[in-house]
């Protein structure tokens, strides 16, 4: 596995394309390659489903941990993977860190992944 760190995303408000009705300028397609590349990895794609899957509520690091057969620093970091990545924020509350999803990263992604005139599952 490759060491590099991971570029965090630009903004919602960025002015590149998001959609593949246009190509991405190289910068933006930089960028996203990041996030997909901390996407590429199985724990950290189930994470991310899973804090997402708290509809915007933070999630506990003690609250995933048990879901995997993973010792807690190999939890964290995969987390860390995905803060850097601009995917999650984290707040430290004494030992325990609360990680919450960036929803505008996540558009970003969904938005560069959609097809112009199909229509996204519901």
């Known amino acids: 596995m490759s060491k590099q760190e991971l570029p965090v ?43 997402a899957a708290a509809g915007g509520d933070e999630v506990c690091v003690c609250e995933l941990t048990p879901a995997f057969e993973l010792s807690q620093p190999t939890i964290s970091h995969h987390l860390k993977v995905l803060r850097e990545a601009g995917l999650l924020t984290s707040e430290r509350r004494a030992t325990w860190v609360y990680y919450r999803i960036v929803p505008a990263a ?11 005139g199909v229509p996204a599952r519901a």
Do not use: N
């Not at 190509?23 to 189930?46: H, M, Q, T």
């Open 106 to 116: 996540l558009q970003r992604l969904s938005e560069v992944l959609a097809v112009p």
């Open 9 to 51: 995303l630009a903004s919602a408000d960025s002015c590149c394309a998001t959609t593949l009705s246009a190509p991405l300028a190289p910068d933006a397609a930089a960028e996203l390659a990041g996030a997909f590349k901390a996407l590429g990895d199985p724990v950290r794609l189930r994470l991310l489903s899973l804090i």
